[in-house]
């Protein structure tokens, strides 16, 4: 056997020609057919955020609840703007910002889930 008979090797370095598409992960698929497992993932996001608004609603309501007792027991007018102006936007600020971080980390998560991330 000669040197000319043995086949030679080459080596490819370029891109495949055809790259096939990545498949999608099952509960994005799931949401997008809107099958009942996906329904669930979005009920389950939606639960969480009707919690989360549940919440600083009966803070809220609790915080304007009892504004009147202070008002009743302060007969001045004076020091009534000073509780409405004072005592009631610090709760009030506090209670949407905690809802809105709450409704981002709810949406985090879920898409955490859809997209098959594991949790932190």
Avoid: K
Avoid at 33 to 46: D, F, I, K, P
Avoid at 90 to 118: C, I, K, S
């Amino acid at each position: 056997m000669s040197a000319e008979s043995t086949p030679r090797r080459e080596v490819v370095t370029g891109e495949p020609r055809r790259v096939r598409p990545l498949p999608r992960y099952r509960a994005q698929s799931e949401i997008d057919e809107q099958t009942a497992l996906g329904g669930a993932y979005v009920r389950s996001l939606m639960r969480s955020q009707l919690r989360a608004g549940l919440t600083v609603f009966a803070v809220l309501a609790l915080v304007a609840g009892t504004l009147p007792l202070v008002f009743e027991a302060l007969h001045s007018n004076v020091l009534v703007w000073a509780v409405l102006g004072f005592t009631t936007c610090p709760p009030l600020t506090l209670a949407a910002w905690w809802y809105v971080r709450r409704a981002e980390r709810n949406e985090r998560d879920f898409a955490r889930l859809v997209e098959g991330l594991p949790a932190p």
